[in-house]
Structures are given as C-alpha cells and as structure tokens.
C-alpha cells in the first residue's frame, strides 16, 4: 500500500539493500539469478510471516560465501621447505612429497591433481603438518572433524522445506573462512560412518574429485559451488575408508617416530612450549640428556608424542609447584631433573623393556613384534617333556607366528640326521 501511495522509496529499505548487496558480490550469473528472484517472493510476502524469514536466512547465507574473495596464494616453494622445517623434526619423506606436490601447484597456478591423505598412527603430527601448510601457501585453515559424521547433509546440507535448515559444513566454514580458496583439512576421514540418513563418505565423492568438485551442489544453496580453488587434504589413522573415496587420494604414510627422534623433539618442541605453558622460565628448570632417554623408554610407549608432551607438562606443573610452596632459599636457582631424581617427579616407571639376551641359550630365542607403536622384543621359549608327539602354543600367539613355530618344527625334523636326533624322538615326546 505504501509502495502505490509512493510513500515507499524501495532503495532505502531493507529490500533495496540486499538486491544491491546481491550485485555487488559477484555471483555466478546462476546464483544471482537466483537470489534476486527470491528476492522478489520474499517482497510479496509479510516482514513477519516464517516464509519470509526462511528467504531472509537463505540470501544471508548466499550472500556470506565468499563468491570472489580470495587469498594471495604464495607459491615459493623455498619458503615453504623451511616453514616445513622449522615446524616438524624428521619426516623427510613426507615434507619431500609434499614439497613436489606443491610444485605441481605452483606449475598448474591453481589446486588440481590428486588429494593428499596422511595417514599415521595418532600424535605424529598429521593435523599441525596441514597447518603448516597452510602457512607454508599463505592460505587460510580450515578444519573439519569427520569423527563420528553419519548424516549426509553435514557435508551436502539439509533442504529448505526443513525447519532451521542449514547449508552443509563445507560451504559454512569456507563462508567463515572469508576466502573461496583456503586449505581445508578433513580430519579423521576414517572415522566417519553411515545409517539411515545417508551415506557421508559417498557424498565426499565429489567433493575430493577434481573432475567433479567444480560443480558441487550443496542442498540449502540450491546452486552449483566452484570448489576446484580449495587446496582439501584428509588425515586418517587407518586406510579403513570405502574404496572409491580412497581411490580418489593420494596416500602419504607418515611412520612413528625412532626414539632418537622423539629426545630431538622433546628437547627442541615439548619441553620449550610446557615451560612457556606452565608459566616457568627457561633458567628455573633443565632436564638432563639420560632423563629424556628414560622419559621415552620407560614413561612413554606410542608411535607419537601426544604421551611425551603430557609427561613433559606433569613434570613442569611439579616444578611449579616445588617452586610456589617452597621458601626461594630452599629451592636453588635451576631445578636439574636427572635419572637419579626423575621418579620423584613422575613416579615409577609405566614400562619396562625386556632384556636381550645376548649369548644363545638352548631353547630360547629372541624374536620382535610389530605393533601399533612401533615392536616389541619377544622371547621365545620351548620346553621339551615325555609325551606323544603334542606341540602347545600359548601366549596368545597370531596366525604368522603359529606358521613359524609349525615351519620350526618342519625343519627340525629335516635334518634329524645332522643334528644327531632319533627319528622316534618326536613320537616320544611333547613341545610346549
């Protein structure tokens, strides 16, 4: 009515605000086009009906992605060697790998290829080497959790006809991130699951394929997304991911770090950071070259050094304590943490090593392990006693380490004439 008395100036509202808003960010001709004819509805209907307020979210949402916006990508690659180390001790495969990878970027000016998937065991630093490279590509960070994602629309988003809608969390965090080419980390891959609302991993399909990702769909936008400018790389603890996803990356193992490697990075990373983080200074604690050994050998068993990083900050907050209660003339100037005093701080130790027997006794022998945080030493024992012929395994023993003791018995019995022993022997007796 006030729009036919002429009393309305359309330009001065809030209507006339959002179709200039809607020019002014460079959408897709599609995207505008749809956003100004929404527009148009969201004119003929109430201020106050839900309707109305439904279209109100969507051109939020659609004008708060950044359609043009980007980031000054930086390609030099020299730059992004050191940044990579200076932020990881070690993994020089895997910084080499990446380094050629950004090569790539560099030559084609633009993210294209394969996807990286770092794949490690948990603490080796999968999530801090996608930050790093994003600082190393001058690239915004984003990260997304995929543990425990089973809805299809957290990466698709949910329909409008649904109330309280909302765009998928792809287009949410790159909207966050303000830039349409930031580097976004999928973390977990791996865990992500499926039910009855939808499959999540076979809606990343598209997301992580090349060929396809300059076309995504997100289900609230209602519009294709140009995603081909993100830089995607997915971290995962295990290769337990649906084929075609997995068919869809490149494979980067990132191994356990050595023990050598693990004293380097307490003593140049995790000691540092718990001293800054536990408000002492550098002069007030020092923490001697066998402590660290110990630390590793006997207070930490993991692939990582999520454990080392937590008995380092136990053992800062104890000097911090010591330092608080005690008067200034009780505690000398440097707390010095050494063998002698190390278990006055971190109690007695978690983990005990087996000892390698060096000379060759008779029916024992030193055998190893794989596991999870890298081996274990294994004796192996073989007792013989009066029986019929019985071999007894115990021990918990696996399918490949059955296999040997049965290859073992085979071999023995081959060559019974050169080792002296009586055919009958084996009918005569047990093995345990």
Known sequence: MQKELEELDENKTDHGQLETDIKAANMPAAAEEKCLAELEKMKKMAP?????????????????YPWAKRSDADNDLATARDILAASHYGLAEVKKRIVEYLAVQQRLQKPGGSILCLVGPPGVGKTSIGKSIAKAV???????????????????GHRRTYIGA????????????????????????????????????????????PEQNHTFNDHYMEVDIDLSNV???????SLDIPAPLLDRMEIIRIPGYTEREKIAIGKQYLLPRNITRNGLKPKEISVTDKAFEIIVENYTREAGVRNLDRELG??????????????????PGKISISKNNLCNYLGAPKFQRDALHQEAQIGRI???????????????????????GKVSLTGKLGEVMKE?????????????????????????????
């Open 48 to 64: 106050m009906s839900s309707e109305a307020t439904v279209l109100r979210n969507y051109l939020d949402h659609m004008l708060a």
């Open 138 to 156: 001058n690239r915004k960070y984003v990260r997304m959790a995929l543990g425990g994602v089973r809805d299809e629309a957290e990466i698709r």
């Open 166 to 209: 909302l765009p998928g969390k792809i287009v949410q965090n790159i909207s966050k991130a303000g830039v349409n080419n930031p580097l976004f980390l999928f973390d977990e891959i791996d865990k992500m699951g499926w039910d009855h609302r939808g499959d999540p991993a076979s809606a990343m399909l598209e997301v992580l394929d």
């Open 231 to 237: 830089m995607f790389i997915a971290t995962a603890n």
């Open 314 to 331: 136990k053992l800062c907050r104890k000097v911090v304590t010591e330092i608080t209660l005690n008067d200034s003339e009780a505690v």
């Open 366 to 388: 030193n055998g190893l392990a794989w596991t999870s945080v890298g081996g274990e030493l294994l004796n192996i024992e073989v007792a013989v006693l009066p029986g019929k």
């Open 404 to 432: 040997s003791v049965e290859a073992a018995m085979t071999v023995v019995k081959t060559h019974v004439v050169g080792l002296g022993v009586s055919h009958t022997f084996f009918q005569e007796h047990d093995f345990h």
